[in-house]
Every structure is written in C-alpha cells, then in structure tokens.
C-alpha cells in the first residue's frame, strides 16, 4: 500500500527545479552554439 | 507496512507517491538530473588525447596508451550500458525510480572514481572496469529508470515527457566537454595532465547531481489522471489499454521489429556521426576547414539533441508508427542526396541534409520509449525499454564499422577521398529502407501476450 507524501508544488520549487537543470543545459547550448558560428565564417 | 524499511525505506515505491497539490512538471527536471549527467559519455573523446600523453605530458612517451586503446574505454561503456538495462530493467521497474537513480548515481560517479585511481596507477584495466563497468553500469541504470515513470505522469503526452529526458541525454555533452576541459587546464601543470582530478571532480559532482534528481522524483498515485485529461473511450488499434509482461514481450514478433526499427535507424546516425568532421573536409577539400569542421559537428550534436525532443513531441500527433516512416521515407531522400550536394560543391545543402539526418537519429532514441509503450502498455515499459537497448549496443558497432571499412575498400581501389563516402550513403539510405518495411509489418500485440487481470493487479499492489 503506498503513502502520499504530503508536499505540493509551489512555483518557487518549479524554477528551482529547472534552473538546476536549465542553465547549466543553456550553458553549455550557448558554448555550442558559438562554437558551431565557425562553420559560417 | 509501507514507508518502512524492510519495505525499501526512503527508496521504496510506496515512499515517492506524490500527494494532492504536486506538480507533474517536476518530474522531468528530476529525469534531466539523470540524463544530464549520463549523458557525458558522449563527451568522453575529450579526454583521449590527454590521456595519451600522461607519462609523455607535451607528446605521447613509448609507454603511454594508444588512442586505439582508449577507444575501447567507451566502446566498453556503451556495451555494459546495453547490458545493464536489459539485465536490470526489471529490477529497475519494480524497485522504482528513487532506488534505480540511486543505484546509477553510485555506479556513475564511482565509475569515475575508480577510472581516476586507474589513472593514478597508469593502469588501463582499471579505466576499463572503472568507467567502462562500473560507469557503464550506471549508464544503462540511470538511462531507462525515469522512462516509466515520466509516461505514468504523462499519459497524454508520452512522447513528449520521454523526449525531454532523452533529449537531456543528448545534451549533455554541451555541458561536460567544455567542462572537463576547463577543470583539466585548472589542474594541469608542466608535469602533470591534471585527467585524475578532473575525474574525480566530475566523479563527485555527478553523483551530486543524481541524488537531486532521485530526491525530487515521484510516481503517481494509482488511478492519477492529468486534470482535464480524460483517456480515449474508443481503443486505438495501435495503443494498447493492456499490460504485456517483461519477458513475455521478448516472444512478440513486434518486440523485434522494433529492435531493428531502432538499430537500423541509429546505425545510419551513428555512422556518420562518428565521421562527419573528416567527411566535411574531404567531400569539400579546402573549403571546410578543420576549425569550420568542428563548428559542423557542434551543429549536428544541436540538432541530435533538439531532434530528440521535436519528433518525441511530434509522435504525440502523428502516431509513433507514422514518425518511423517519416524517418525512413525523409531519410533515405535524403541520404540520396549527399552525394549530388558534393558533386554540386553544395555546402549549404550537405549540411542541412545532416542536420535533419541526425535530429532523426536522436527523435528515433527518443520516440521509441513511446512507441513500446503504445504496443505494450505501460506496466513494464521501462524494463522492455532496456531490453530494447541492446539495438543501440549492436547499433555502435555496425554504424562506425560499415562507414570505415565501405570507405576505405573505395579508397583502396582508387576511388577520390571526395567520392568514397557516396558508397556509403547509398548503402545507409539501403538500410532505412529495411527499416522502412520492418516497421510497416509492426502491429498491434496479440491479446495472448497480455497479461490477466489478477497479474496486473498484483503487480500494480507493489506501486
């Protein structure tokens, strides 16, 4: 029998859950990116 | 007695069933936590040269390894990983997610632990069990433990909610080359490369990052629908309302269609993402140099990540069935056509040509979860789903193996470097029309292969 945690989701814990993951992703994105302009110069 | 810890504890099923008022959009960041950090694997090639020269520091010394050498740390890894989600799915599936991301963080950040005393030790087998093993181990652990749980939040989007972990997977390398490049120059002196370190930083860093993600992780309670969402009365022919049991899946004629819907697709991907800086330069001799060369393959790994999340997205509309054909039909197309785009000197095209290629390649990773699903329901979609993985393990050997040896064969019988590759083209485009008509034959599983209502009921007493 399973037991509910009792926590909800506020919008705090929703951009802190994908800032966590979103700017390091976006980080690195951006480095590609940037890199990758190389083939059009 | 659930919650307690002969039942599992903290990482029991019973212990992460989400309550009223939780959010389902947190399910995929705790899914990215996993993803992002596996996904390394794709980066691993940065660390071969240095590796080559540990002893040698500005050029490789006699006794240091050989890239050929380092090649199999890798190649080890993405075999155990097709290995360890075939063994393991079912365990994965029934312990839940928590214990499974768990378990990966451990493997993948000791991987990298144990890699790092081997190069400590300058002992090659101890990389090999270090990363290839043990790492690999937590590669295809931490690769398939998110998949079921994303679909059961997610029932009116499947596609899409795999997609984005899948496309985690893909991205990850963003993160971790310039990463480890960054950390190896900060520990790096004139008479030391700085690659033990490194790894354990990211060793340390990764585990971190996966027990956020098996922190924040929840399943649905039973019968948990979307609000809004009401799933369709009238049954669709190609998704299933039935549970087809793990190892029943693997005598289903569709099981293996889509083993090698998969394996012909990735290994048409595969083969030219391997080559495609080299390809660039001689199909375009003196127009694409080595700097735009990379700029091209930055690219292609953009489009591999972000096909992963468009076409999952898409197969939500379309059906997953339609988006293999699409892959197949617009594949072959345009395979076909990456010879004439040398022959007219069309830069502009060979590279769009590619890039669609490999958002394919990744849209095929990330739709197929789905598409076991729709054919198998979801019960066990995260224990077939590993099995399933054993096509990308088969997929990385043919892939690099029939580019290569088709190149070097035209080479070697005095075919132009410029033109070697048009062969190969030709035979992939080949291999997605067996791909093509593998998934045409795919269709709904025999009700004999579902199983009964008492057998889903008790195993879904274990949620």
């Given at each position: 029998m399973a037991t509910q945690t009792a926590t909800g989701t506020t919008p705090l814990h929703l951009i802190l859950a994908w800032g966590f993951v979103g700017i390091p992703l976006a980080w690195g994105v951006i480095e590609t990116v940037l890199n990758s302009l190389k083939l059009f110069q | 007695m659930s919650g307690s810890l002969a039942s599992g504890g903290v990482f029991s099923p019973g212990r992460i069933v989400a309550g009223p008022g939780f959010n389902r959009w947190m399910v995929p960041p705790a899914a990215l936590c996993v993803h992002l950090c596996i996904g390394q694997a794709y980066a691993f090639s940065v660390f071969n040269l240095p590796m080559s020269k540990l002893l040698g520091i500005s050029q490789s010394a006699p006794d240091d390894?050989?890239?050929?050498?380092?090649?199999?740390?890798?190649?080890?890894?993405?075999?155990?990983?097709?290995?360890?989600?075939?063994?393991?799915?079912?365990?994965?599936?029934?312990?839940?997610?928590?214990?499974?991301?768990?378990?990966?963080?451990?493997?993948?950040?000791?991987?990298?632990?144990?890699?790092?005393?081997?190069?400590?030790?300058?002992?090659?087998?101890?990389?090999?069990?270090?990363?290839?093993?043990?790492?690999?181990?937590?590669?295809?652990?931490?690769?398939?433990?998110?998949?079921?749980?994303?679909?059961?939040?997610?029932?009116?989007?499947p596609g899409m909610a795999t997609g984005m972990a899948i496309m985690g997977f893909g991205g990850a390398a963003f993160i971790a080359s310039p990463l480890s490049v960054w950390l190896m120059r900060q520990f790096s002196t004139p008479t030391h490369v700085g690659v033990a370190e490194t790894f354990i930083v990211l060793g340390v860093v990764y585990f971190c990052f996966m027990m956020v993600g098996a922190a924040i992780v929840r399943l649905p309670a039973p019968g948990w629908l979307p609000a809004g969402y009401v799933p369709p009365t009238q049954s669709k022919k190609m998704i299933t309302k039935n549970h087809v049991f793990v190892y029943d899946a693997l005598k289903t004629p569709q099981f293996w269609l889509i083993w090698w819907v998969l394996c012909l697709n990735v290994t048409a991907g595969i083969g030219v993402l391997g080559q495609a800086s080299a390809m660039s330069q001689e199909m375009f001799p003196g127009r694409v140099t080595a700097s735009a060369a990379a700029g091209f393959v930055g690219l292609m790994s953009l489009f591999n990540m972000g096909g992963r999340f468009f076409w999952a997205s898409v197969s939500d509309y379309i059906g997953r069935k339609n988006t293999y054909f699409v892959f197949f039909a617009l594949g072959f197309l345009l395979y076909a056509t990456v010879p004439h785009s040398?022959?007219?000197?069309?830069?502009?095209?060979?590279?769009?040509?590619?890039?669609?290629?490999?958002?394919?390649?990744?849209?095929?990773?990330?739709?197929?979860?789905?598409?076991?699903?729709?054919?198998?329901?979801?019960?066990?979609?995260?224990?077939?789903?590993?099995?399933?993985?054993?096509?990308?393990?088969?997929?990385?050997?043919?892939?690099?193996?029939?580019?290569?040896?088709?190149?070097?064969?035209?080479?070697?019988?005095?075919?132009?470097?410029?033109?070697?590759y048009n062969i190969t083209m030709y035979v992939m485009a080949a291999l997605l029309v067996v791909g093509f008509l593998c998934n045409l034959f795919i269709t709904a599983v025999n009700e004999r292969h579902h199983m009964v209502a008492d057998e889903s009921d008790a195993v879904g007493m274990a949620d």
């Open positions: - | 390894w050989k890239l050929t050498d380092l090649g199999w740390i890798f190649s080890i890894a993405i075999v155990v990983l097709g290995l360890s989600a075939a063994i393991g799915g079912r365990w994965v599936e029934e312990g839940g997610p928590r214990k499974a991301m768990f378990t990966a963080g451990l493997c993948w950040g000791g991987g990298f632990l144990v890699a790092a005393l081997g190069v400590y030790m300058h002992n090659l087998w101890v990389i090999y069990l270090g990363y290839g093993v043990i790492g690999g181990i937590g590669l295809g652990l931490g690769y398939i433990s998110p998949v079921s749980t994303l679909i059961k939040w997610f029932p009116d989007r040398g022959a007219a000197g069309s830069i502009a095209l060979f590279v769009l040509c590619f890039c669609i290629i490999i958002s394919m390649y990744g849209g095929g990773f990330a739709t197929v979860p789905a598409y076991l699903r729709d054919m198998f329901g979801t019960r066990y979609v995260g224990a077939i789903h590993g099995m399933l993985l054993t096509a990308w393990s088969a997929a990385g050997v043919f892939g690099p193996v029939l580019v290569n040896y088709i190149r070097q064969y035209n080479v070697d019988h005095g075919v132009a470097k410029a033109d070697a």
